[in-house]
């Protein structure tokens, strides 16, 4: 028996021992990997720059995630910490400019507000008895929903003061990194060294044996909600220095990234296993994947199922480890030989990447092309109108020879600063951008103005920042030339109803802007309804159909684009065109063929392959040196039944 037991040992001290290394610290061994990956396919990717861009990346989610690690440990899951993420960051901007309140007394607000909502799903789990998955969704739709009413639908500057929280400190570290690594480890010592850490880890290893060891569950439920939302709060404070605005819309989804750094990070969903350290890593993957995949030119809709399919691996993974007898160390579990070995593991860890990497950068050592360089990063590639700016864009830059990247922000706002900050950092000639939000790439387009780096505003300008040329049609004169062709239409009186955008972005603000202007010529015209769509067929459709029911005698509809102006068709069915008039904005394809047909009256069209097509001509121009008008107008055009047979867009 004792010689078996010896053989054992000193197979576990070789090839065994490394196989339960890798199981044990499976997430480190991943990242490792995605370093080693990335590096070998791109030379951008293992710079200084890059690497401190991931970094910032990473911190929204990973402090995010750090909360929600709290609720996971104990078997919990908190779905609401995106919206409670905005909301937090949408008091504090409101709170110092619009109520004028003292700076520091706004930052205690917007933490007071992300600990209030976490209270809120700690009540209703604990005393409401409410499954924490249903507590949180509601709490996911209420937060979203009070940051667009404070807000009233429409990004908040952020103060100054606090603006400094995006920057950095000594010219090199990011500030963001910096509470990132603060915020884990607190969590680190929340976890380890404090009773409500370890009544985290009883309840979620048996929630009744808690209760029966006499555990305070309810109490101490509360107690681990109510983290989750102050951490929510501090990485909404953060998401929007580094956009220098609260936007209403901002971190959607982002619970979803922070569930899935705390499984990717080791801990179960289970419940009674997790650990700050796991979390971090993580979060780190997910950027790394996202900064290297944009830097590799790949889809945001792959990037999606990349993401997809390493969580998949990841819950894998924590079962064949579970299997192959692998035993996470619980962060509140005593035994310093066991953390002494982790840090030795991560040192290890760190030197092998080290190593590895730096032979990697030779193979990219040296080369260069004198290829034009151009990054475009579009606000959306999920509606027809910026899909055809790609195309023109993408035909100019083979016509003229010049190595494009496009990249897709999904309207998200913060996701666009990160693809900014990589273009800037991957030495590309120049960036064309279509901002998400005019002031939310300001600091990222800052950051390329001072690398040198010229950028080109395609539809939408940028705030507070400088760019070599902006190409774009005029939002607000096409809503007048809406108002007037609807209007002429109706005979200068009637009642009507305007499906708005996606709230918070310039273009619906514009177009909605100018539209009211045009009306004022007619006073005959009454607006009945206005309801947010979000520029989608789908949800023009269903918003339309919910009109009707309270406006059944309406004579027009006025929509801020073709997409919600064609789900109205819909819904109005044989009334489009006939005793309904609807006119859309853009021009796009299934929009003109809806013209065409009768059932559209008009589309307000911006000529969309002509806006890439000039865009990605003066970034030529300007990686060349050549002079660039400060702003190249493309006319816009009411494009009716009578002329749509001769518009090309």
């Not at 909404?236 to 956009?243: C, F, M, Y």
């Not at 310093?336 to 760190?350: E, H, I, R, S």
């Not at 100018?514 to 023009?540: M, N, S, W």
């Amino acid at each position: 028996m004792a010689t078996d037991t010896l053989k054992t040992r000193a197979s576990a001290g070789g090839a065994g021992g490394i196989r339960r290394l890798l199981l044990d610290n499976g997430a480190l061994t991943a990242l490792i990997g995605l370093v080693i990956v990335m590096s070998a396919l791109s030379g951008d990717f293992l710079t200084t720059d890059n690497l401190l861009n991931i970094g910032v990346q990473a911190a929204v989610t990973a402090i995010l995630a750090f909360g929600v690690t709290f609720v996971i440990v104990s078997a919990g899951i908190d779905l609401s910490v995106g919206s409670v993420a905005a909301l937090s960051a949408t008091v504090l901007a409101w709170s110092a400019t619009s109520a004028g309140v003292p700076v520091a007394i706004a930052v205690l607000l917007a933490i007071a507000t992300g600990l209030a909502a976490g209270l809120v799903n700690g009540v209703l789990i604990s005393y409401g008895k409410l499954p924490p998955f249903i507590a949180t969704l509601a709490m996911l739709s209420v937060g979203r929903g009070l940051s667009l009413v404070i807000s009233q639908g429409s990004p908040i500057a952020f103060p100054s003061s606090v603006s400094h929280l995006g920057d950095t400190l000594g010219g090199w570290l990011p500030v963001p990194v910096l509470v990132m690594v603060i915020m884990g480890l607190i969590t680190a010592f929340v976890l380890g060294r404090t009773y409500i850490g370890r009544s985290m880890y009883a309840i979620g290893g048996n929630e009744e044996a808690a209760r029966l060891s006499g555990l305070r569950v309810k109490k101490q439920k509360i107690a681990i909600y109510a983290l989750s939302g102050l951490f929510a709060a501090a990485a909404g404070i953060v998401l929007a220095s580094r956009l220098s605005s609260a936007q209403p819309q901002a971190a959607n989804g982002y619970e979803l990234d922070a569930i899935a750094a705390v499984v990717i990070g080791g801990a179960s969903l289970a419940g009674g296993t997790g650990k700050a350290s796991g979390t971090l890593i993580g979060a780190l993957i997910l950027a790394v994947l996202r900064n290297g995949l944009n830097l590799l030119s790949v889809s945001a809709f792959w990037q999606q199922v990349v993401i997809g399919v390493v969580i998949a691996l990841a819950v894998l993974l924590d079962t064949v480890r579970r299997k192959a007898g692998a035993t996470p160390v619980a962060a509140g579990t005593p035994g310093g030989a066991g953390k002494g070995k982790q840090a030795l593991t991560y040192v290890l860890a760190a030197a092998v990447a080290v190593a590895v990497v730096g032979s990697l950068s030779f193979l990219h050592g040296g080369s260069s092309s004198k290829t034009p360089k151009v990054g475009l990063s579009l606000s959306t590639l999920n509606n027809p109108f910026f899909v055809q700016i790609k195309q023109g864009a993408q035909a100019e830059a083979k016509k003229q020879g010049v190595d494009l990247t496009v990249t897709d922000a999904q309207n998200d706002a913060s996701q666009q600063a990160n693809q900014l900050q990589n273009f800037t950092s991957s030495g590309l000639g120049a960036i064309v951008v279509n901002p998400v939000d005019s002031d939310a790439a300001g600091p990222a387009v800052r950051a390329a103005n001072k690398a040198g780096v010229p950028v080109v505003g395609v539809d939408r300008g940028v705030n507070k920042a400088k760019t070599a040329a902006l190409v774009a049609s005029d939002n607000i004169e096409g809503g007048k030339l809406g108002a007037q062709a609807l209007a002429e239409k109706l005979g200068g009186k009637g009642k009507i109803v305007i499906l708005q955008g996606l709230a918070g972005t310039s273009a619906s603000r514009e177009r909605g802007a100018g539209f009211e202007e045009g009306l004022k010529a007619y006073p005959g015209i009454q607006v009945v309804a206005e309801q947010p769509a979000d520029f989608d067929r789908t949800k023009g459709l269903d918003v339309m159909t919910n009109l009707l029911q309270a406006h059944p005698d309406i004579q027009g509809v006025f929509a801020e684009n073709d997409e919600m102006a064609l789900g109205a068709i819909k819904a109005l069915g044989a009334k489009a065109g006939t005793s309904v008039q609807v006119v859309g904005f853009d021009g796009e394809p299934d929009g003109l063929a809806a013209v065409k047909a009768g059932s559209l009256y008009a589309s307000v069209a911006q000529q969309p392959s002509q806006l890439g097509r000039i865009a990605i001509d003066n970034a030529l121009r300007a990686i060349q040196g050549k002079k660039v008008e400060e702003t190249v107008k493309v006319p816009v055009k009411v494009v009716t039944k009578d002329n749509v047979a001769g518009f090309t867009g």
